[in-house]
Nanobody, 125 residues
Framework: QVQVTESGGGLVQAGSSLRLSCTMSPLMIDSYTMAWFRQAPGKEREGVSC????????EYSDSVKGRFTISRDNAKNTLYLQMSSLKPEDTAMYYC??????????????????WGQGTQVSVSS
């Protein structure tokens, strides 16, 4: 059974930074395009960022572009999301997701096969 596990969430003040991490087992992330999504209460799940297996291409939503950075360390089997200049509107459950690497990047949640349980990020004003 595939397990996707996020960590690193927390409660921070506006303007702060956080780094989220995601691991997958027993599969290795180097075979997968990886992405971060988020969902705030009462809102639809939103694609935040995506990165292909080689890290040569990344994609960001307009709402986080310039503030968040996605990266991956395939040797450590870990995906990261460095979040800076956090705003209260970034408050959400953040999910890590994977799709087979042949399909490339997407911010469409329906196109991802494996999902984690999420890690909560709360930003106070």
């Amino acid at each position: 059974q595939v397990q996707v596990t996020e960590s690193g969430g927390g409660l921070v003040q506006a303007g702060s930074s956080l780094r989220l991490s995601c691991t997958m087992s027993p599969l290795m992330i180097d075979s997968y395009t990886m992405a971060w999504f988020r969902q705030a209460p009462g809102k639809e799940r939103e694609g935040v960022s995506c990165i292909i297996w080689s890290s040569e291409y990344t994609e960001y939503s307009d709402s986080v572009k310039g503030r968040f950075t996605i990266s991956r360390d395939n040797a450590k089997n870990t995906l990261y999301l460095q979040m800076s200049s956090l705003k209260p509107e970034d408050t959400a459950m953040y999910y890590c997701a994977a799709r087979y690497r042949a399909y490339g990047c997407s911010l469409n949640a329906e196109q991802f096969r494996f999902w984690g349980q999420g890690t909560q990020v709360s930003v106070s004003s």
